[in-house]
């Protein structure tokens, strides 16, 4: 009985074995990244969870083939991440004035200044001209004082400068404000652009750094540290406001 067993255990055909399954992970192939990162990041970490091993793998193998399918998807998920871009500061920027925006704002007095037929070396030299005496009369003697109430030892010439240096700085804040309208007017009566030029640019960098300036005083109180701060960056705002009219001057011998 056994003989005839084994005899038709040999007679019977034999099946050909079952095709392999590829001998590389399912992780292996390029990730297709979609058009939104959040759902490429879901959709990379589910089939980072589910590897398929070969078919014909030892067990040490597999183990080994988990663990580098594991670290191959924790590093895309990462790098999905890093792809990731907060759209809150395009909004920002977008909602900001245009050149457009302005020329129509402003267009109406560039009309009147027109019509006033004044002549062309005073339209074209008055804000250099002016900026220039508040630049250096202003704001640099406004710096020096800034630099006496910190290394004086006159308690007398320390609180004329206290009472001076701010007033001072705020005064050429508000006219260099100002002034900004006055450049944008000189430029329109004479059609040329206005905000693609350094000269522009540095101007509203500027600004905006004086306004961080004017809100640091009112911390002193509280982080007596910022004071050092403030000197650094005062001293920084004067040396771009010199780079400033350097483009200015630039910007109007061009024209």
């Known amino acids: 009985m ?33 058009r939104f990162p959040n ?16 078919a014909c793998c030892s067990f040490r193998e597999g183990d080994k083939a988990v663990e580098e399918a594991r670290s191959d998807g924790d590093d895309e998920s990462r790098e999905t991440l890093m792809l990731s871009v907060s759209p809150l500061p395009l909004l920002l920027v977008a909602s900001l004035p245009g050149a457009a925006t ?6 109406p007095f560039v ?6 037929n004044l002549p062309d070396w005073l339209v074209h030299w008055g804000h250099p001209g002016n900026m220039a005496v508040v630049l250096f009369a202003m704001g640099g003697y406004g710096t020096y ?15 004329k400068a206290k009472d001076l240096h701010p007033k001072l700085l705020a005064g050429m804040f508000f006219f260099f404000s100002l002034g900004a309208t006055g450049g944008i007017t000189s430029l329109l009566t004479s059609d040329k652009p206005i905000f693609e030029s350094p000269h522009a640019v540095t101007g ?5 750094l004086l306004t961080i300036q004017t809100v640091l005083p009112t911390l002193f109180k509280d982080k007596p540290e910022l004071r050092g701060v403030h000197g650094i960056l005062g001293s920084g705002i004067m040396a771009l406001f010199l780079v400033h009219s350097a483009f200015g001057l630039q910007l109007g011998l061009s024209y």
């Open 2 to 34: 056994a003989a005839i067993t084994r005899f038709s255990a040999l007679s019977s055909p034999i099946s050909p074995p079952p095709p392999s399954l590829p001998a590389t992970p399912l992780l292996s192939s390029p990730p297709c990244l979609s």
């Open 111 to 116: 009309e009147i200044v027109k019509s006033l």
């Open 39 to 54: 759902v490429s990041l879901s959709f990379t970490s589910r089939r980072s969870r589910t590897p398929m091993l070969p």
């Open 102 to 107: 302005v020329r129509s704002v402003i267009g």
């Open 145 to 159: 004082l800034g630099f006496r109430i910190r290394y004086s030892d006159d308690i007398e010439e320390k609180a």
């Open 204 to 208: 509203f960098i500027g600004l905006a």
